[in-house]
């Protein structure tokens, strides 16, 4: 699976848009983005995955731009529960056996009153 | 209803003793999985069942042994202890593997002393 790259940290305003950046230069043509997120001691959340196209679902919307290499998770408005640990993921999707997440440092994000 | 539940939530123990972890998913899922999280909130897999064959055993010490007794049960026995077991253990399950959104537990957080 490609590495990905994820600031540390990151601050957001309650009722703004949190925008969380991934560099994923090396991905190759068949590797899907997913995004999980890990709230304080909880067990990791599923938030949206995608493999070219943008995606937009009750959580979030995933931007990955045209070359592949990076992508944004946009939480449009975001709350005080949206403060977590998330995790940018890039792995393939073929096999119908299970695969594991392969979970880097992730962004801290900070949502602020 | 829970969806994947894992017993105990806490676990605190001697170093040098045998332990197990419990853990149960009422999705219908056919793919489990365990994962470590450490002191240093790093997430990695450690064993993952398909239909309750083991198809991913990632480097693990012989001590740890994952038992799946059907397809809605991944156990997670520890025998000997040590003080490096420290961490939160998380299951998850998925619907096959690939991109199968997994689904995580609450974690347990073992305690060796």
């Known amino acids: 699976d490609a590495k990905t790259t994820q600031p540390p940290s990151m601050d957001c305003a309650e009722g703004r848009a949190a925008n969380l950046p991934c560099n994923h230069s090396t991905i190759s043509g068949n590797e899907y983005v997913y995004w999980y997120r890990q709230i304080h001691s909880q067990g990791p959340q599923y938030i949206i995955h995608?493999?070219?196209n943008n995606e937009t679902n009750e959580m979030a919307s995933l931007i990955i731009t045209e070359d592949r290499k990076s992508s944004t998770l946009i939480l449009p408005h975001a709350t005080l529960r949206d403060t977590a640990v998330y995790y940018c993921?890039?792995?393939?999707?073929?096999?119908?056996?299970?695969?594991?997440?392969?979970f880097g440092k992730g962004t801290s994000l900070l949502v602020t009153p | 209803d829970t969806a994947v539940s894992q017993t105990p939530k806490y676990l605190v123990t001697q170093m040098g003793n045998d332990k197990s972890i419990k853990c149960e998913q009422n999705?219908?899922?056919?793919?489990m999985y365990w994962y470590k999280q450490d002191s240093k909130k790093f997430l990695k897999i450690m064993f993952s069942?398909?239909?309750?064959?083991?198809?991913i055993n990632e480097t693990v010490p012989n001590r740890f042994s994952p038992k799946s007794p059907d397809k809605a049960h991944l156990n997670l026995h520890i025998n000997s202890l040590e003080l490096g077991d420290s961490a939160v253990y998380f299951c998850?399950?998925?619907?096959?593997?690939?991109?199968?959104?997994?689904?995580f537990g609450p974690g347990t957080r073992l305690t060796v002393l």
């Open positions: 069942y398909n239909n309750k064959e083991l198809i």
């Open positions: 999705l219908g899922h056919d793919t």
């Open positions: 993921i890039v792995r393939f999707t073929h096999s119908n056996s299970g695969y594991a997440l392969n």
């Open positions: 998850a399950s998925s619907q096959g593997g690939g991109g199968a959104e997994q689904f």
């Open positions: 995608g493999l070219k």
